[in-house]
């Protein structure tokens, strides 16, 4: 099987890869899910024609002459309804998102008045009509889709679907995923330390990674490379909609996933792909389930891990954005690469003026998990570079933790 | 009390904030929280020499003329150790992380060879001593600090934490935030449809942009205006780390909550920010508790949130990245803008050659929470500018649906 490119491993999955179906969750517990259906306005709003700001509803008419007197025949705040009908020469005191009574075409905000004895105030500056007052339905109206399935969840969706009420919605449902590590070298979380073993790092970074994009994941544990106990693990791994398998994918001689993972009937896509770090990554599917083979090298799993598994699991969450952002960024050192392999440089970003600079973390050995937890991105060296040179326009993919960053970044 | 400039309002929030306690938690439940103390390697990683490949080791010195055929004398997995020193003419067969045996100062991998019969392999590469050998202690060393405090957990962060089998976790505990709304003309989630009041869409939002954080706060409800119920809910929300209180802080005459506020000891900082929209945001402190009045208005309680509550709640949790991360972008249109204050537009970026074009949403009105859930992010006009013309280059705040993409982005 010949060694795909990046891009051609990604296009194989996602041809894979289908939405899940939908399933109903509170809103409370809804936050980054994708919606399964239209979500309609069950009434205008505001239902009525609002004070957009504090002051006083007029005539604007009035206002010829400023500064101007008028009567205050009424105050309504929120909630109330207007008793009275504005005549000339009168007004209402009136509160951000009160109902703006007969007679007024407009507001006026409490800043440009002043008020006066005897239930009067002087404004002093004229408005046009309709001067801060939100229309009824100039926000929603009813019966309108207000939200088209396929939409995520942010806080700003979770306002519009309070609004319209819906404490129960539908959404696509999670994934399932299994996680699985392999070998006879490793030792888990809860074995005494034994210098001569390795710690089982991957089954907790894919777990993060899983947990990242919001679905709890089940770590199985480690299968031993006995065909026999890994058959057993891999059979009950099949079972999730998703199986990652850590390890046992390369191409020795012990490698005893690639033929007990066929021998269970998943048909294989890939196996390789030209990339480094994280050659050795394979993807099969069953017709229930996905398996993906990622190396048992923990920085080349994680990257692995970026690159397949999150887009494919983003997009059976039924996501439209699969892949993590990117950003342009200036390189700030050479970087040696020899044509062959999509190359995925850890890197630390930086602001300077006008953008972004990039550095690799240092050394890149693929066992270098510390220089994972350190990057801010991955810098992406196409597989038909020759080398890229300090001063460079790059293109780096930003990692988790980059959400936030320490300085508010604008001029206020 | 003068209108604070954004930036002042920020400051004065973030002097007041502090970081809070440290708390123990599983790993499983650690991801997005900040380690509160030193992290130590508890071995060397690896824990010996080991290969970093699939492949052949072997004494680089044997390969003087190639292609050279050597003698297998041995299999080594990950998790064996070598049972024989390799001699002149030799080679083991080794896997990926399986330790290098005595005698052999390389590895070749298995695709620069040909197996041949009578246990024996052909080389068609030369090494240098060194080659595809990650060296004891490459990793990490027993007893060097890993991870410092401050460190936030990403899932390289969980990847390190599993491999020094940091099963539980010292962290920064995270706030307990309440969130209350406040008005006569709301109507809550459970409560039927009355066409003559307005949904609370804010408490909602607000929840969201807490649990966006990591944080899952607490819903108190809706208290109607009147100062005795106000202030038995306020008096709630106080013993929370911080209280959130939606609408009720402007400056007309019915709004209760300042008195009340002042009334139970809460040590006001400011009332006005020098903003558009979310001019009637507040900040006050006790002992014990951080209080936030943010305006009525869905998409202005929004903005509020990201600039002024997002930033405290991180600090609280110990981050070093307040900000939500900003970026540069071509504005597509004109903007209008009168100097005075910071305003925010809520934009939707789209890539281009180069970078990224930012359109607004539409209206801007405060009440428009729709498009606050169409926006990308919110582009920042600085107080003092006259307006901004098509092609500006302009800042763009990123807000919480985009971490993903539609495209990779990047050549691969």
């Given at each position: 099987m010949e060694h795909l490119s990046v891009a051609n491993a990604q296009q194989c999955i996602l041809e894979s890869v289908i939405k899940l179906d939908a399933e109903t969750v509170r809103l409370e517990q809804s936050l980054g899910r994708v919606l399964a259906e239209d979500v309609r306005a069950?009434?205008?709003?505001?239902?009525y024609d609002v004070s957009a700001m504090d002051g006083y509803a007029l005539r604007?008419?009035?206002?010829?002459?400023?500064p101007a007197t008028l009567a205050i025949i009424e105050d309504i705040k929120a909630g109330d309804m207007p008793g009275k009908t504005v005549q000339a020469g009168q007004c209402a005191r009136i509160m951000t998102g009160a109902p703006v009574p007969q007679g007024a075409d407009a507001v006026i905000r409490v800043e440009d008045t002043q008020a006066s004895a005897d239930n009067r105030v002087q404004i002093n500056a004229a408005v046009k009509p309709g001067n801060d007052i939100r229309l009824r339905g100039e926000g929603m109206r009813n019966g309108e889709v207000v939200l088209t399935p396929g939409t995520e969840i942010t806080p700003g969706v979770t306002g519009v679907l309070a609004t319209v009420k819906c404490a129960q919605v539908r959404v696509v449902r999670h994934p399932r995923v299994a996680i699985l590590s392999t070998g006879n070298e490793l030792e888990d979380m809860?074995?005494?330390?034994?210098?001569?073993k390795i710690p089982n790092s991957n089954s907790y970074a894919l777990m993060a990674q899983v947990q990242a994009l919001g679905i709890e994941p089940d770590l199985l544990g480690i299968a031993r490379d006995d065909p026999a106990e890994l058959a057993e693990y891999l059979q009950r791994g099949l079972r999730f909609d998703v199986l990652l398998v850590s390890g046992?994918?390369?191409?020795?001689?012990?490698?005893?996933?690639r033929p007990v993972i066929e021998s269970l009937g998943v048909q294989m896509k890939?196996?390789?792909?030209?990339?480094?770090?994280?050659?050795p990554v394979a993807f099969g599917t069953t017709t229930n389930s996905f398996f993906f083979g990622l190396p048992g090298n923990p920085v080349s799993s994680m990257v692995c891990f970026e690159q397949f598994v999150a887009p494919a699991l983003r997009g059976m969450m039924g996501h439209a954005k699969l892949y993590r952002r990117t950003i342009a960024a200036r390189l700030t050192h050479n970087v040696k690469h020899q044509p062959g392999r999509t190359e995925f440089v850890r890197v630390i970003l930086a602001k300077e003026q006008g953008g972004y600079v990039a550095t690799s973390t240092g050394a890149q050995g693929s066992g270098m998990l510390l220089s994972m937890a350190r990057a801010d991105g991955l810098m992406v060296v196409p597989a038909e570079s020759t080398g890229l040179v300090a001063g460079e326009q790059v293109t780096v993919q930003l990692l988790d933790g980059t959400v936030f960053q320490d300085e508010a970044g604008f001029n206020k």
């Open positions: 069950n009434r205008d709003l505001p239902p604007s008419a009035d206002l010829k002459n400023i809860d074995e005494p330390v034994d210098p001569d046992g994918t390369s191409v020795g001689v012990h490698d005893y996933v890939f196996w390789r792909v030209a990339m480094k770090p994280g050659h």
